[in-house]
Every structure is written in structure tokens, then in C-alpha cells.
T-cell receptor, first 111, second 113 residues
Framework: GDSVTQMEGPVTLSEEAFLTINCTYT??????LFWYVQYPGEGLQLLLK?????DKGSNKGFEATYRKETTSFHLEKGSVQVSDSAVYFC??????????FGGGTRLMVKP | DAGVIQSPRHEVTEMGQEVTLRCKPI?????LFWYRQTMMRGLELLIY????????DSGMPEDRFSAKMPNASFSTLKIQPSEPRDSAVYFC???????????FGPGTRLTVT
């Protein structure tokens, strides 16, 4: 079946550091890929998405590129802020099925 | 606009008691999803509705769990009887595009002692 694997956290960075959170997936065909963010005490929010190979999703300074050849969708941000501290979930939808989530990666940004 | 509303935000109950979690989806959204989040199992889809009709309940862990959607603006998830292993955060989400573009509520943190 479909699956999503994320790097384990927590990821701890200083403010203004570069962020990469790795995400790889296993799925047949051409899934749509997503990053969700969960701030403390809140529900998940869609951060960005990409629906086909080589598409780049972007939002709030975050980017991720759909790489079919490496089955990856790594999340990046050039300069993180304390307010980016949250749990980030990579997810996919394949063939109209439901969302399949990765385990989540906690990001902690220190001033 | 109001987002997805869930109540209560926190629930503490004793083993064996009945628990009812409530969700009000965003107006106009015709899909509603119930998820459970735990440290051990991550995020799991329990059940989802389309136009108030349950479409897939294969994620409901056992018969102690039931969900209803009597109208387009209200859904409940009931656990009877509750057990300590049901302790988790339960999220409700809604959308107009099936599994795409889901909007999540703030969740209900359930603790069963």
C-alpha cells in the first residue's frame, strides 16, 4: 500500500537557519503530495501541495518540489523564524483515496 | 468565516463511561472526516461522510466506536464504553473536494482514566 516516510525529529534550529525536512513516499502511479503544519494546540493546516512531477509547491516562504525519480517531496525554507515551530506532516493522495500521512517531524526554532 | 468547530476541547472520563465528541463543519462543505492522533499510531482516518452519508468506516477501531451525521452542520463520534487506550486527540475535518483541501478543527483531547 501507499506510505510516507519522514525524517524523525525533533529538528532544532536557530532563527534564520536553513530548514530541510526530508519526505519520501511509496505509491503506484502519480499521487498528489502535500505538506501540512500543526501548531501547538491546533489542528492541521495545509501548507503547500504539488499534483504532478516537477511541480513546486510554495507558501509562507516554504517550498517543496515533487521529484518522481527519487519519490521525494522535501520541505525547505531559507530562513526559519521562532513562529515556524510546529509539527510538519508530509502526506499523499493516490488514485482518489484518502490522505496517507507520514509520522510528522517536530521543528523547534530557538531565538 | 468560522472554521471547523469541535467540542469539547478537552474531555477527561473514567473507563467504561460513554463519550460523545461533536463537530460542526464549515458551512457548504459536503465532506466530513474524523481522525485520531496518537504518539504510537500517528494520524488515522476513522470514518468519513459525504452529504451526511457514511462512505468508509473501515478505520473505526471496533464496535465501541460509532459516528453519525444527522445533518449537514453536525456530526458526532461516540465511544461506548470508553477504555484507556482510546486516549488520543480526535480531529474533525471538512472539505468540498473530497480528501483534497481539508480544513481541520482544533481537536478534542480525550483522556480516559
Amino acid at each position: 500500500g501507499d506510505s510516507v516516510t519522514q525524517m524523525e525529529g525533533p529538528v532544532t534550529l536557530s532563527e534564520e537557519a536553513f530548514l530541510t525536512i526530508n519526505c519520501t513516499y511509496t505509491a503506484t502511479g502519480y499521487p498528489s503530495l502535500f505538506w501540512y503544519v500543526q501548531y501547538p494546540g491546533e489542528g492541521l493546516q495545509l501548507l503547500l501541495k504539488a499534483t504532478k512531477a516537477d511541480d513546486k509547491g510554495s507558501n509562507k516562504g516554504f517550498e517543496a518540489t515533487y521529484r518522481k525519480e527519487t519519490t521525494s517531496f522535501h520541505l525547505e525554507k531559507g530562513s526559519v523564524q521562532v513562529s515556524d515551530s510546529a509539527v510538519y506532516f508530509c502526506a499523499l493522495i493516490n488514485a482518489g483515496n484518502m490522505l496517507t500521512f507520514g509520522g510528522g517531524t517536530r521543528l523547534m526554532v530557538k531565538p | 468565516d468560522a472554521g471547523v468547530i469541535q467540542s469539547p476541547r478537552h474531555e477527561v472520563t473514567e473507563m467504561g463511561q460513554e463519550v460523545t465528541l461533536r463537530c460542526k463543519p464549515i458551512s457548504g462543505h459536503d465532506y466530513l472526516f474524523w481522525y485520531r492522533q496518537t504518539m504510537m499510531r500517528g494520524l488515522e482516518l476513522l470514518i468519513y461522510f459525504n452529504n451526511n452519508v457514511p462512505i468508509d468506516d473501515s478505520g473505526m477501531p471496533e464496535d465501541r466506536f460509532s459516528a453519525k451525521m444527522p445533518n449537514a452542520s453536525f456530526s458526532t463520534l461516540k465511544i461506548q464504553p470508553s477504555e484507556p487506550r482510546d486516549s488520543a486527540v480526535y480531529f474533525c475535518a471538512s472539505s468540498t473536494q473530497g480528501p483534497y483541501e481539508q480544513y481541520f478543527g482544533p481537536g478534542t483531547r480525550l483522556t480516559v482514566t
